[in-house]
């Protein structure tokens, strides 16, 4: 499930700033801060394990 910056809540997840980009790991702890530079951005969350 992709989703966009305003959707993204706290945890890891994949992300990649555009669709011929490549994808990198990153946690992410102040879901609002993404609004100022990674606005365009497509985040894929990470499940943890249970």
Do not use: Q
């Amino acid at each position: 499930m992709i989703l966009t910056a305003d959707k993204v809540r706290p945890g890891p997840h994949w992300v990649r700033l555009s669709p011929a980009s490549g994808w990198v790991l990153m946690v992410i702890e102040n879901p609002s801060a993404l609004l100022y530079g990674l606005a365009g951005a497509d985040f894929c969350p990470i499940a943890m394990p249970t």
